[in-house]
């Protein structure tokens, strides 16, 4: 019985031991994104230290109990013991023996001189344009240290800068004294700077970590023991989640005096784009006006920098004809290019940082099994390099077009053709002729970017900071409108497609009536809805958007917007192939119809995005937006012997008086963007 009471009292207190572990004490920042969101318990939390915790928390087992409050008081809690563990701690030697670091670092910040978006008379390549500028800085605080050290080493290089310092209180300096002029640089952390800020200098680098309160070495213990984990089985965690949250940090919007100077030399840039290649670039022959990505880029850069330039676009049929063009300065860039450093490199090119991808798919007769002995590409097209290199062991027939192409697979004289995916899918949009041939995607994507000669690197220098300032979700939204814009069933293809039909029922005068309607019936559905999904596409909302607009203002009736969007979707593509993509966006489009009312409708918003309108009260929008996000879950698509799953992330916006289409999408998408944060597959509103 002795025995039995030890051993009980043993597991007893080793159970109460543990639940001890479990409830943790964390220092919260109020509201301090995009480091950690929310400045309460009934705020939704996100941001890279918050995700950081919920992962620690997966390796130990603990339960946060949070304290919010500003960084002076949640050290002094530390300090107290008052709260367990805080994140965003720099070490420094003063502070050893106050607090336990941790054996890693949680991240790494940096520390930058910045100044307000109008102060256009400092610039990073002449640290002199820094003299007589007012900073105000915390007394005794890190900062101060950081910026002494640089002024010391800057001083013993022979460069004295004379800045005007004023010490005060740390709580006291106010960022919004500074965006309003009442100072010219701020010394902040890249984690915390403002978007509208301007980096000037980078004094330093420095670990932060999260820190444990003095008396609990028992979490200490167990955080480096997580840590550890972590570190050995994802040794680039800390780097992948600063990537996620801080991409927009130190971004710069103005022009160095090099590129200045190149803009003024320049008055005429001349870019050469190619034939009917949009998203990239689109040509209107008779008011040769030039659309798509490109014609977007260019204009983002004057307003982004202020620079007005005249651009002139050469369209060219050749990638070889536009080579040579460049290199002979009849043209000052090619876009897009194949991001290719060593090709370029050769050819006295240089590249810009990548914007998109260009992926590749063979198509061949539906009827026949796959066979690459014979392969047809299209001359001078992005295609002709890649089948070359990723064809060693196959025939290849160069075309004049892509309809040359198709032709030879139809007739049989090739086995299949490599096309890029952008111009297949405008050529095939809504043909009957090709409507036997089968496609896949292709390995080896082509990475793009734009290709300029090597002395005029400040035009590459410039579009890089562009597409610093630019978000890669942005960038993908327009190629994928741009798309979308490109896929017209036109009069000619109308004619290739139906000409026998044609040119008998022309003796016929009712027959031809009664093809053409049928004809333009089918035209109007290839139009209007989405080919993959059968969903209707975006064009056909406007006019229900405007319908439920009016009767919501003078018949009272509510209606909601719903976005979803397909969570970690390109992680299924690149896993599986864009075919087990097209089976999971077939079934989420299913879902989502099964899911709503007869009156409501249902839209394919483009990429992984669906939209419904939804014409119901709130509470009933909110219910069913969260029974499909379950039955999206539930749902295994299997895809040969795979049975893979998806989530979705649902933004909603709801009429409210005073709306307008682009206030609802702009909310709707900003509760999209919420909730992805939040950590996805879930209802935000």
Not at 335 to 362: C, Q
Not at 432 to 444: A, D, E, G, H, I
Not at 600 to 619: H, I, P, Q, S, T
Request: glycine share 6%.
């Amino acid at each position: 019985m002795r025995r039995f009471f030890a051993a009980f009292f043993v597991i007893f207190s080793f159970a109460y031991s543990f639940a001890e572990l479990k409830n943790v004490r964390v220092g919260y920042y109020r509201d301090s994104p995009p480091f950690m969101n929310g400045k309460s318990e009934s705020d939704p939390k996100g941001g890279y230290a918050y995700e950081y915790l919920q992962y620690i928390a997966s390796h130990t087992g603990w339960k946060y109990e949070y304290v919010y409050g500003e960084f002076d008081e949640l050290y002094q809690k530390l300090l107290s013991g008052e709260i367990d563990i805080l994140g965003d701690i720099s070490y420094y030697k003063d502070r050893e023996g106050l607090f336990h670091y941790p054996d890693y670092p949680m991240g790494t910040e940096s520390y930058y001189l910045y100044t307000s978006t109008p102060k256009a008379d400092v610039y990073a390549s002449d640290f002199s344009t820094l003299n007589g500028k007012t900073i105000w800085i915390g007394t005794d605080s890190y900062q101060k240290y950081e910026l002494e050290r640089w002024l010391g080493i800057q001083k013993s290089k022979g460069r004295e800068i004379d800045l005007k310092i004023t010490e005060m209180n740390y709580e006291d300096v106010h960022w919004e004294d500074f965006d309003a002029g009442k100072f010219d640089i701020m010394l902040s952390m890249d984690s915390v700077a403002e978007p509208q800020w301007e980096p000037i200098v980078k004094l330093n680098s420095s670990d932060i970590y999260l820190v444990v309160t003095k008396n609990r070495t028992d979490l200490l213990d167990e955080l480096n023991e997580a840590l550890s984990e972590i570190y050995i089985s994802e040794p680039y965690y800390n780097a992948k989640l600063w990537d996620k949250y801080y991409t927009s940090a130190a971004q710069t919007k103005r022009l160095s005096a090099a590129e200045k100077k190149w803009f003024e030399e320049n008055g005429t840039i001349r870019i050469a784009v190619f034939r009917d290649d949009l998203p990239f670039a689109g040509y209107d022959e008779k008011s040769e006006d030039v659309s798509g990505l490109v014609r977007f880029f260019m204009d983002e850069m004057s307003e982004t920098f202020m620079v007005n330039p005249n651009i002139e676009y050469k369209v060219f049929d050749k990638y070889t004809d536009a080579e040579k063009a460049l290199s002979e300065h009849e043209v000052t860039a090619i876009f897009p290019y194949a991001f290719d450093l060593e090709f370029a490199e050769k050819h006295g090119f240089m590249l810009s940082k990548t914007f998109a991808v260009n992926e590749f798919v063979f198509v061949y007769k539906n009827s026949e099994s796959i066979s690459m002995d014979t392969i047809a590409v299209e001359e001078g097209k992005r295609a002709q390099p890649y089948a070359m290199t990723s064809f060693k062991n196959s025939r290849k027939v160069v075309c004049e077009g892509i309809d040359d192409c198709l032709k030879k697979i139809a007739k049989g004289e090739v086995t299949g053709a490599v096309f890029s995916n952008y111009r297949l899918n405008r050529a095939l949009f809504g043909s009957r002729k090709y409507s036997n041939m089968k496609v896949f995607t292709l390995p080896n994507q082509f990475q793009l970017s734009m290709c300029v000669n090597a002395e005029d690197y400040p035009f590459i220098s410039v579009f890089n900071k562009l597409l610093n300032t630019i978000p890669a979700e942005d960038i993908g939204a327009r190629t994928s409108a741009f798309s979308m814009d490109s896929k017209k069933y036109t009069i000619k293809d109308f004619i290739n497609d139906y000409f026998a039909l044609i040119a008998t029922c022309l003796f016929v005068f009712m027959a031809v009536l009664l093809a053409l309607f049928a004809t333009l019936d089918r035209l109007k559905l290839a139009i209007n809805y989405d080919v993959l999904t059968h969903l209707q596409n975006r064009r056909k909302l406007t006019p229900y958007m405007k319908q439920a607009l009016t009767k919501a203002n003078t018949k009272g009736e509510p209606f909601s917007i719903l976005i979803f969007d397909l969570d970690d979707f390109k992680k299924v593509n690149d896993t599986y192939g864009h075919a087990a993509g097209d089976e999971i966006l077939k079934m989420a489009a299913n879902t989502i119809s099964k899911g709503i009312k007869q009156n409501d409708l249902a839209f394919r918003w483009g990429g992984e995005e669906f939209l419904v309108l939804m014409k119901a009260e709130r509470e009933i929008v909110l219910k069913a937006a969260e029974r499909i996000r379950a039955d999206i879950e539930k749902q295994r698509v299997e895809y040969g012997t795979n049975r893979i799953k998806i989530t979705a992330t649902i933004g909603i916006s709801s009429f409210k008086e005073g709306s307008t289409p682009e206030s609802m999408f702009l909310e709707a998408d900003s509760n999209l963007y919420k909730g992805k944060n939040n950590g996805k597959n879930q209802v935000s509103y």
